[in-house]
Protein backbone atom coordinates (compact mmCIF):
# COMPACT_ATOMS: atom_id res chain seq x y z
CA UNK A 1 0.00 0.00 0.00
CA UNK A 2 2.63 2.65 -0.99
CA UNK A 3 0.07 5.04 -1.99
CA UNK A 4 -1.47 5.40 1.60
CA UNK A 5 2.03 6.05 2.95
CA UNK A 6 2.66 8.08 -0.22
CA UNK A 7 -0.79 10.66 0.30
CA UNK A 8 -0.36 10.34 4.42
CA UNK A 9 2.31 13.19 3.77
CA UNK A 10 -0.48 15.12 1.68
CA UNK A 11 -2.65 17.97 3.18
CA UNK A 12 -5.45 16.09 1.62
CA UNK A 13 -4.94 12.51 1.84
CA UNK A 14 -8.29 11.30 0.67
CA UNK A 15 -7.67 13.25 -2.31
CA UNK A 16 -4.77 12.26 -3.03
CA UNK A 17 -5.86 8.73 -2.52
CA UNK A 18 -8.76 9.42 -4.76
CA UNK A 19 -6.33 10.61 -7.76
CA UNK A 20 -4.02 7.89 -7.92
CA UNK A 21 -7.51 5.28 -7.43
CA UNK A 22 -8.11 7.20 -10.76
CA UNK A 23 -4.92 7.26 -12.48
CA UNK A 24 -4.76 3.42 -11.73
CA UNK A 25 -8.17 2.92 -13.49
CA UNK A 26 -7.48 4.80 -16.65
CA UNK A 27 -4.57 2.70 -17.18
CA UNK A 28 -5.43 -0.59 -16.28
CA UNK A 29 -8.51 0.30 -18.61
CA UNK A 30 -6.15 1.64 -21.80
CA UNK A 31 -3.99 -1.59 -21.36
CA UNK A 32 -7.15 -3.76 -21.38
CA UNK A 33 -8.67 -1.71 -24.24
CA UNK A 34 -5.03 -2.04 -25.81
CA UNK A 35 -5.24 -5.95 -25.53
CA UNK A 36 -8.49 -6.22 -27.06
CA UNK A 37 -8.86 -3.56 -29.30
CA UNK A 38 -6.80 -5.31 -32.54
CA UNK A 39 -8.54 -8.59 -31.78
CA UNK A 40 -11.82 -6.74 -32.45
CA UNK A 41 -10.80 -4.96 -35.34
CA UNK A 42 -9.74 -8.50 -36.92
CA UNK A 43 -12.80 -9.91 -37.25
Given amino acids: ?14 LCLTAIKFVVFVIVTYIIYKLVSPRIKAR
Fill in 1 to 14: MFDYYFCYDTPYPG
